[in-house]
């Protein structure tokens, strides 16, 4: 706490020296290093307290030039009522997700909150057809317990499908997983104890946050881009400033943003945490889902340093329910290993099998490109419907991967009261709240796009785009 | 490390005390009080010496008597030339028991070390069906997330099969997870933070020392009784000595063991620790594995505290490939919910529907006896096999459940030395030394029974027994 205290004086008095300047918009800042003389704190320090002011949206930094006070008034930045402190901060979700999910698993419900493609556009009948040659064929084996490290035809698959990565994975590198989520906690188990910062995208991954907080793990929230993804040089102010034990990013298809970082920001990534031995921690596991002609690469297909710890999964893209995913940890493997036994013996083998015999069918990539363009149908009729019905200002990106539209909506609606109306009207949706520890997107909403459009989905968002409307009235009328 | 040195010398000093009265075997000690007066100790530290005394097999403590020499001088403790010491011990296995597993899987081994029935004695084709039933079914919404707390189908199931219990398992204070061992690691997730002292009973089951070990938590283990399982005198001497945050007890067909407690000892433990408010995480995973007509109840049957944590799972009954368990965490049934979300989001649901169907057809019971039948036929066999090809003195009991039998080679043998060497030979057994965390049955061997007996199992353990003798032999010359 005493640290919090600490930086927010040294904010406050950056902040006086600043406006004792009387600086206008598009006006250069003093030097970190005036400043720093000048209040008698670290370079670093002031650093800092200039990165919180380009977080809160007040200034903006110039490659090579320095900080200069931001033209742009409102609408750039994530939020501007809330500011993005990127202060470690205690995690605490509390059961928010998960009676989230419950409640929008009642029947009936026009679920937008569920992160997966719908049945629709599954395999199903393929990977039924598998599951049925694995039992019928030496299938008999997989009652006994599975080895540890997964199913050997599965292994051999994943391995396959890295073959044109510059870094492949060797089937002996490959650990299975109960889904992507076990092998993002198999990390963290094994890379931090309680009290450490990990630092995150800001927004992330709700599972992600909840992970931490289980842990007793401290999270640094780095903002992210909604074109290029990752920022950099957020990044490397964090890396400057705090003692980050391991990082947690979604380079490709971010979840909830679908941007996906350029190539060379992905090697320079893999480049800045190699060299300083923090770990890499990489959730792909929606990377296979990008609207490009090519996918882009992960950041794990570039790692020289045995730094990145990659974790995916089948979830995305084939069977959610299965709960196989997959961990390539670098130099940590062995301890992977060890951890996933003491942790549950071993992943069923049978729907390893299953995955395994319908990849090696070789109808992978025919199906992911199929599901793409399913996607891309999907995204574009939801965008335009959200547009349509939805209260302006809607600040929404086109996404270039994944499954969900991130929507921001005037400041003065809390998505957590909106999704207890909608849901009460039968439509589940995802308060932006869970996606930070700081909570700076309470007025976010998550629209998952992976049922294929409908009239029933259409009449589904236009109910909530009133329902918002109505919000928005009372707010103006009391 | 200061503690483990202050008893030590406390053993000394009371040890001085005894020599120094001359005593005989049969003659009584000097009371706690006296003993403690003469020493300036506190009663709880003499108590703890004379019970550290009795594990070595020095001593022995007669209900309303006091203590006494002991009048057998070998072979009634558990290892004479190292003593059990009940202190809380640093839990370090190393990967001693995953190399195993992957030794043991190579093929052709006869492998006598996975603890699991053979696919001949588990229903394969009926899972089959039951599995087909799932997918031709209402199967397709299994390729969907599943629900944290399980499949509807399965969690029925698992209710009525405790309906005859006292306290039964309603539908809503059960989780599936992936098989016993994440039942209970959720426990210690939710109960323990590193350096707590969890009590373990010694032997115990090697997955559970490992979850101790991964967590940073100390480990102090309370003898086991061949024949009435957890001694309960030894515990509350435990109880009385250290802060224990959580208990892990097998009270029904105790792994390696065999032994069951008896009915009022499960109660009187379920009460010793609700009124001390410390949890028993409760591992039944063999408890439907006993040899006698009716199966005597798991603690949780009895527990009035809503206090036991209670693990299990069909992966010693049904299929051991299929990786689910369940928990019924009593007071903490929505801790261990919320961390389930977090760790992996939910188990697979395909196949908790194909076992649901399966106990729905109401076949599990007659599957189970015939199951105890197939493995005292089994164990009858395996067990005379031993006694004939293994050199004496061979210490070993008769199990009354469970699928080990648990031998105690003359003390020089290193079990581990050995399990090496048979290894070579195409044979598998499981070593002493991962059943403690102090590593006092190092000349111990756990033979599992699940594979029914053949000429090819009588040659593996004849060829193990000629080896055992080998290496003594050599040991008598050198």
């Known amino acids: 706490m005493s640290k919090i205290f600490r930086y927010e004086e040294v904010m406050k008095r950056v902040e006086e020296v600043i406006n004792g300047l009387a600086l206008k918009p598009g006006d250069k800042l003093p030097s970190v290093r005036k400043v720093s003389e000048e209040l008698k704190v670290s370079h670093k320090t002031v650093l800092q307290a200039y990165a919180l002011l380009e977080a809160k949206g007040l200034i903006v930094s110039r490659p090579r030039s320095g900080y200069f006070i931001d033209t742009v008034s409102t609408g750039t930045t994530m939020s501007q009522d809330n500011a993005i402190i990127p202060l470690p901060a205690v995690v605490e979700l509390n059961t928010m997700a998960t009676t989230m999910m419950k409640n929008a698993r009642v029947k009936g419900v026009i679920n937008f909150s569920m992160l997966a493609p719908a049945n629709e556009l599954l395999p199903v009948s393929r990977l039924n057809k598998a599951l049925n ?284 009261q909106l999704q207890r109306k909608v849901l009460e009207q039968g439509i589940g949706i995802c308060p932006g709240h869970i996606f930070a520890a700081s909570q700076i997107y309470n007025n976010y909403v998550r629209i998952n796009y992976g049922a294929p459009w409908s009239a029933r989905i259409d009449k589904a968002l236009k109910k909530a785009g009133s329902m918002i409307s109505q919000t928005l009235q009372m707010k103006t009328i009391s």
């Not at 060797?170 to 990390?187: F, Q, R, S, Y």
Request: aromatic content about 8%; some cysteine.
């Open 133 to 416: 040659t694995a039992l019928a064929g030496m299938g008999v084996d997989n009652y006994q317990y599975p080895m540890v490290t997964g199913h050997p035809c599965l292994l051999k698959q994943i391995a396959r499908h890295t073959l044109e990565w510059p870094n492949g994975l060797p089937v002996d590198k490959i650990l299975i997983t109960n889904g992507c989520m076990e092998a993002v906690n198999l990390c963290l188990d094994i890379l931090a104890k309680p009290g450490d910062i990990i630092a995150v995208e800001s927004p992330t991954y709700h599972g992600i946050l909840e992970s931490l907080e289980i842990r007793g793990l401290k999270a640094v929230e780095i903002r992210v881009d909604n074109t290029t993804g990752l920022r950099l040089d957020d990044l490397s102010v964090v890396l400057a400033t705090y003692k980050i034990t391991a990082c947690i990013f979604m380079p490709s298809c971010h979840h909830p943003l679908g941007c996906s970082m350029p190539e060379e920001n992905k090697k320079q990534l893999v480049r800045m945490l190699g060299e300083r031995n923090i770990p890499l921690i990489e959730d792909d596991a929606l990377g296979e889902l990008h609207f490009e002609k090519n996918r882009s690469l992960p950041a794990k297909a570039y790692d020289g340093y045995d730094n990145v710890l990659y974790c995916s999964s089948f979830s995305k893209t084939l069977a959610p329910g299965f709960r196989i995913g997959w961990l390539s940890a670098g130099k940590y493997q062995a301890a992977a290993q060890k951890l996933k036994w003491a942790s549950n013996i071993s992943t069923t083998g049978i729907l390893q099998e299953a995955l395994g015999r319908f990849l090696e069918s070789g109808r992978y990539p025919a199906h992911l490109n199929k599901l793409r363009l399913d996607l891309q149908e999907n995204v574009s009729r939801y965008l335009s419907a959200v547009n349509r019905y939805f209260p302006q200002p809607v600040r929404i990106h086109m996404p270039a991967g994944g499954l969900s539209l991130w929507i921001g909506l005037p400041a003065d609606v809390d998505t957590l």
